[in-house]
């Protein structure tokens, strides 16, 4: 995928769901993984021809594993005019050595989430976005089916009343396929995942049902995608 067509993609999803206003200033989580350095290079790219101006600010939360090294992110980062800021914690720590959580997904995500919010408002942040794309979309809605029991998804744009902040997600029309491709043709400065129970998770046995079960029946993400947005659940339903 090329970096025109990502920002067609990307600016659909804002304009359907409204998500950008003028004078926003948007805090991007950077993880390091591929979906959150194709968003940097999405919303940066974004930032110089729409029409309602916005700022962008860069913030990692490192988890304290050894060895992790954000630098080439930060000459991205650089290179794409956009401040980064690294937040130092110990979440790694706390969950595989203090608690030896077993299921430690959860409390990981809540901690991470939690450094992030703090970090986004004292940079003055009034929105933060986060890199969910087409397959999260899809993979959500089927693990809120089989482990919940009902027909739910995150949605493009949600209020954060607890701390005032407002999430959105750009990436939701963009395939998972397409990142990777987008990935190796700008050479992204990918920080492998250091954590020992990353592709052990429910998500990843859903991302693999979906995957057989389209295999025998093409075309399923599509329709699944389509129930998600015709199927009121909230934030899903395109403004007019």
Known sequence: MKLQQLLSYTRKAVDDYKMIKDGDKIAIGISGGKDSLTLLYALSGLRRFYPHKFELEAITVDMGFKGTDFSEISGLCRHLGVNYTVVESEIAEIIFEHRKESNPCSLCAKMRKGAF?????????????????????????MMSLIYEGRFHCFSPVTYLDRSDITLIRPLIYVDEKDIKGFRNAYQLPVVNNPCPVDGYTKREYVKQLIKNLGSESPGLRERLFHAIQTGQINGWAKPE
């Open 117 to 141: 919010n703090a970090k986004a408002k004292e940079l003055g942040c009034n929105k933060e976005a986060y890199a969910h794309h087409y397959d999260d979309v899809i993979e959500t809605m």
